[in-house]
């Protein structure tokens, strides 16, 4: 089965929520939470970077570009709506960020992914529901 993600268009859809509440209130203060579904660290060290030929390059290229686009739309948010706008964004650890593995043993390690992140970032979440509150 072949799978198209959304962010092929849209990786981190912030921006677009930001943009589409901005026609719709134009008037009101917009306040944004957004929440990531994990990224993934994969590097590649130079000793076999200079093994990679052309073909190989592009995976990892694509990686750079969805990993850029993200911290793109996440500065540009944090400098147009400054405190109005936080990111959750998990480091993925033990989950693989595969589309589709959807085996019991990876939901459950999203799932424990997940719950560290929430823990992780605890004191920011309630300090953003204070604050908008």
Not at 74 to 88: A, C, F, G, P, T
Not at 91 to 103: I, V
Request: hydrophobic content about 40%; aromatic content about 8%; overall charge neutral.
């Amino acid at each position: 089965m072949v799978l198209i993600d959304g962010g092929v268009f849209a990786n981190n859809p912030a921006a677009c929520a930001y943009a589409s509440s901005r026609k719709l209130f134009p008037n009101d203060d917009i306040v944004l939470l957004s929440i990531g579904t994990g990224r993934s660290s994969r590097s590649i060290k130079y000793i076999n970077s200079k093994r990679l030929g052309k073909v190989t390059w592009i995976k990892p290229l694509i990686n750079v570009m969805f990993a850029s686009g993200l911290d793109c739309v996440n500065y540009q948010l944090s400098h147009v709506i400054e405190d109005k706008y936080i990111r959750i964004q998990s480091q993925l650890t033990l989950a693989p960020p595969d589309l589709d593995n959807a085996t019991h043993k990876n939901i459950k390690c999203l799932q424990h992914e997940a719950q560290d992140t929430i823990e992780y970032n605890q004191k920011a979440i309630d300090s953003f529901c204070e604050m908008v509150a």
